[in-house]
């Protein structure tokens, strides 16, 4: 079975900060992975996703994340934040060749931004 | 990306009672699945909603507690049965297109917030 694990259950940042939220993920074959964010009030969307090539891949608002295999990470990261950038973030991750279509979740990352 | 909408976004029940969600995608889809997101949590998968054929179910989720239906390949329903308040939660209705750039990628619905009295 595959599962994700999220380190970072809150994070309070300042404005300008750097970020990274770590992800974990347990599965031994090949697996696609994503990050996924949910601001206050708002549905979730797809920030970035991983499924071969580049370890390094960039996603939408600045945000980037580096899968590397040996550790089983795909770490989030964000140079500088933005007080818009309070949300819920999510780790996900499938198992491919499992027949599974479904994502398995992290436990998610609550950040809070300070102006 | 897909659109993705679901009705009720919001609703109010008693317990016993049965409310049924629908969820619509603007194009045909080649997935479609049911999460929960229970109060300050992650998301967990009910089942697949097969287009045709009986749903398939995650363990600890069962058919007569949590019926769905999928008629075709934009739309589907999921029924919460005799609902307790253990069910207040967000339902979350998420699509996976067929091919594409999309392809493998799932995008979610913006929930159904469901509150059990």
């Known amino acids: 079975a595959q599962s994700v694990s999220q380190h970072n259950h809150h994070v309070i940042l300042s404005e300008a900060a750097s970020l990274e939220l770590g992800c974990n993920y347990s599965?031994?074959?090949?697996?696609?992975l994503f990050w996924y964010v949910q601001y206050p009030g708002q549905h979730l969307q797809l920030l970035l996703k991983?499924?071969?090539?580049?370890?390094l891949v960039k996603g939408i608002k600045g945000f980037e994340a580096e899968f590397i295999k040996s550790k089983f990470s795909f770490n989030l990261r964000k140079p500088s934040v933005q007080w818009s950038d309070t949300a819920e973030y999510f780790c996900?991750?499938?198992?491919?060749?499992?027949?599974?279509?479904?994502?398995?979740f992290g436990s998610g990352t609550r950040l809070q931004v300070q102006p | 990306s897909a659109v993705i909408s679901q009705k009720p976004s919001r609703d109010i029940c008693q317990r016993g009672t049965s409310l049924t969600i629908q969820c619509q995608v603007d194009s045909q889809v080649t997935m479609m699945f049911w999460y929960r997101q229970q109060p300050g949590q992650s998301l967990t998968l009910i089942a697949t909603a097969n287009q045709g054929s009986e749903a398939t179910y995650e363990s600890g989720f069962v058919i007569d507690k949590f019926p769905i239906s999928r008629p075709n390949l934009t739309f589907s329903t999921l029924t919460v049965s005799n609902m307790s308040p253990e069910d207040s939660s967000i339902y979350l209705c998420s699509v996976e297109r067929r091919g594409g750039i999309d392809l493998e990628t799932q995008y979610f619905g913006p929930g159904t917030r469901l509150l059990v009295l």
């Open positions: 996900a991750v499938k198992g491919m060749g499992t027949g599974r279509r479904a994502l398995t």
């Open positions: 991983y499924f071969s090539g580049d370890p």
């Open positions: 599965y031994g074959g090949t697996v696609n």
